[in-house]
């Protein structure tokens, strides 16, 4: 039985009076009952802002674990800017997203870097969350399958399977990110499944256990029936996980 996971991308949002208000609301809602009174408890991730990740580790309630929402590829270095893995590691930041489609497509991260990123997340032992998703061009183009096994197997043929241990893959149409467009539950199934057999072809054993996640406009209205699919094992949430009502309700809807 794989354990479900929602998980929250903040993007660039936020600030210390907002973590605060959102800690204290969470730690309140996860108290009365919260997700993890049902028969299957969600495991909660959140990926602050990177000057937000020490605040959100110290002020978020211990059950949730916290995530970087990238890292360069390198140890350390003159990458002014940059944050590594091993940075992460030593602050007790055990996550990091990789390969969101807004670092494909406002920064350049080839599927190259994505696989770098992958493989530096592993070395300091840190979880990676890989995104993977197409454009609606390629879909109407029917090629949306394709698209996605290229960019999952670029990282699985330079990083191998073992970040897949611990990591995840997130499947994210790029047409359905902050848009209020949803791909529908066939959609995103036929999607997951399509990854899933991938993995299955390189250890039916792994795949059987990794965790993927759909993201894409989640909200508590229509995460239930996604979340029912079989392959779909929670959400990468991200306009409505700014709003703690909204983020604990669309955890109380992983079945
Ligand atoms: C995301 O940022 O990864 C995302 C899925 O955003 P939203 O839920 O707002 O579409």
Known sequence: MRVSVVAGNWKMHGSVSF??????DLAGALAHAGPNSGSVAPELLIFPAAPHLAL??????????IGAQNIHAETQGAFTGEL??????DMGIGWVLVGHSERRALFGETNADTAAKVQAAERAGVAAVLCVGET?????AGRAAE??????????DVAGLGWLERGMV????????????????DQAQEMHGVIRQALAGRDADLASKVRLLY?????????????????????????????????VAIARAVG
């Open 56 to 65: 959100a580790r110290s002020m978020l309630p211990p059950e949730v674990a």
């Open 136 to 140: 609606i061009d390629e879909r109407r």
């Open 170 to 185: 997130a499947y994210e149409p790029v047409w359905a990110i902050g848009t209020g467009e949803t791909a529908t539950p």
């Open 84 to 89: 590594s893995a091993e940075m992460l590691d």
């Open 215 to 247: 993201g894409g406009s989640v909200n508590p209205e229509n995460a239930a029936e996604l979340f029912g699919q079989v392959d779909i094992d929670g959400g990468l949430v991200g306009g409505a996980a700014l709003v703690v009502e909204k983020f």
């Open 147 to 156: 698209v996605v096994l290229a960019q999952l197997n670029a990282v699985l």
């Open 19 to 24: 973590l605060e208000e959102f800690a204290s």
